[in-house]
């Protein structure tokens, strides 16, 4: 497995696209899969956010992950956000996206922030082990999430 910069690799957009739209599209009514498309093209900048990874196994997208400056839109306090951590079924139990985390905080530490923010509502013990601790819990788009912060 490597991972790189989705700058790398402009040709995975629609395929991460597709992903995110499969997963977690429903939860945003006024959303399309064209504003997914849209948000994850701009995503590929190298020593800025919104910039992404990518996880190949010989070419083949694995999985991603995002740092961005803002995931949600109830909680503008807060910034930046990793986002959109997501590995294909096909790979997923082998460390792929840990890796992806992984590489999202350092990058983010590189370009020295303090603090990174994300929330979920299915990986609160991957990111527990990861290091990242629960900050609060709330409702957002119909379900509880945990809202994590990671400290460097």
Wanted: aromatic share 14%; charged share 25%.
């Amino acid at each position: 497995m490597k991972i790189e910069l989705l700058a790398d690799h402009p040709e995975a957009i629609p395929v991460i696209a597709r992903w995110h739209w499969a997963e977690w599209g429903h939860y945003n009514p006024e959303g399309s899969f064209g504003l997914v498309l849209e948000k994850l093209s701009q995503r590929v900048h190298r020593e800025r956010i919104p910039f992404a990874y990518l996880a190949l196994q010989k070419e083949i997208p694995m999985g991603t992950a995002s740092l961005v400056e803002l995931d949600m839109d109830t909680r503008k306090d807060l910034s930046p956000w990793l986002a959109g951590v997501y590995v294909d079924p096909a790979f997923r139990n082998r460390g792929v996206g840990s890796a992806l985390v992984q590489k999202v905080c350092e990058k983010a530490e590189q370009l020295r922030f303090d603090e990174l923010f994300l929330y979920t509502n299915t990986a609160y013990d991957l990111y527990k082990k990861l290091g990242w601790f629960a900050i609060e819990q709330e409702q957002y788009r119909g379900r509880l999430v945990s809202i994590m912060k990671y400290t460097f």
